[in-house]
């Protein structure tokens, strides 16, 4: 009888940390008790005064409770976060009652708004991320509404429409916010213990089609610097998914800056559509 109290009281001590670490891993709201501090309704896309109203909302949700920010895979809070990482939200890219200069401006808030968004879930001072897995999904976000910036700048590149015509010198401009967009986040894997290898290893996918849609025309310091970044990540990963995809990028940087004629002018050959 001794030896099964025992027994049930180590079952118990074993049990008790891993529910209490359960229990403090969502402090999130239910999607409805959002809704309740004034976040907007997620059946539909939001508009971008309803994200920036949302953003202050959060907020001042986190100046009460640090943790209470939407989760990525919680079953209460999940929907919500995954709306405000959904493409959908972009839907005005393909809606012709929004003129060109009008989408770039969207476009551009929204971009704005995921930065936002990006430092409110950061949070380095413990040297843990409590919210690793959302920030991971929001440099995924941030590099799929650049790509849209890009888009639209090749778009506007060649339109023969007279209010695109001031706006075709911006292009450089989106260039260049694109490279430093992406040698962020290949930075951002160098911080390994922050994040989870399998989220680690989900954005190196994003990373590497996304340098292999545009290396062709990245600056040489941009060449330098990614092919530098992604060194330190193969060189410190435990991940030999990463490892491999990331020493393979490196080389076709290195082969591109060789070729000349592998450079091709973005102006010229514009890749991708919204």
């Known amino acids: 009888m001794k030896k099964r109290y025992l027994s049930f009281l180590v079952l118990l001590v074993l049990l008790l940390p891993s529910c209490h670490q359960q229990e403090e891993q969502d402090h999130s709201l239910t999607v409805k008790g959002y809704m309740r ?3 907007p309704p997620i059946n539909r896309p939001w508009t971008n005064d309803e994200f920036s109203a949302a953003v202050n909302i959060l907020q001042l949700i986190k100046t009460k409770d640090s943790l209470a920010l939407p989760r990525y895979d919680s079953k209460k809070s999940g929907p919500l976060f995954r709306h ?7 839907a005005f890219l393909n809606n012709d009652l ?4 009008d989408k770039t401006f969207m476009l551009q808030n929204f971009l704005n708004i995921e930065g936002q968004l990006t430092g409110l879930y950061m949070n380095r001072n ?32 060649i339109s023969e429409n007279r209010d695109a015509r001031c ?13 430093k967009m992406l040698v962020f986040v290949v930075k951002e894997q160098t911080h390994l213990s922050s994040y989870r290898t399998d989220d680690l290893e989900a954005l190196s996918d994003t990373v590497g089609a996304a340098i292999t ?14 092919k530098a970044e992604l060194q330190n990540v193969a060189e410190h990963t435990s991940s030999e998914k990463i490892k491999k995809e990331y020493l393979g990028l490196i080389q076709d940087l290195e082969l591109e800056a060789k070729d000349p004629e592998r450079q091709v002018s973005p102006e010229n050959n514009p890749k991708g559509s919204f």
């Open 98 to 101: 929004f003129s060109l200069h």
């Open 84 to 90: 405000m990482i959904s493409m959908d939200n972009l």
């Open 213 to 226: 849609k545009n290396s062709d025309w990245f600056a040489p310091q941009t060449r330098y610097l990614l």
């Open 167 to 179: 706006m075709k010198s911006g292009l450089p401009a989106v260039q260049h916010l694109y490279e």
């Open 126 to 157: 413990s040297g843990q991320q409590y919210y690793s897995r959302e920030l991971i999904q929001l440099y995924m976000f941030a590099i799929a509404i650049t790509q849209k910036m890009l888009d639209l700048a090749y778009a506007i590149n």
């Open 37 to 39: 501090q004034g976040i």
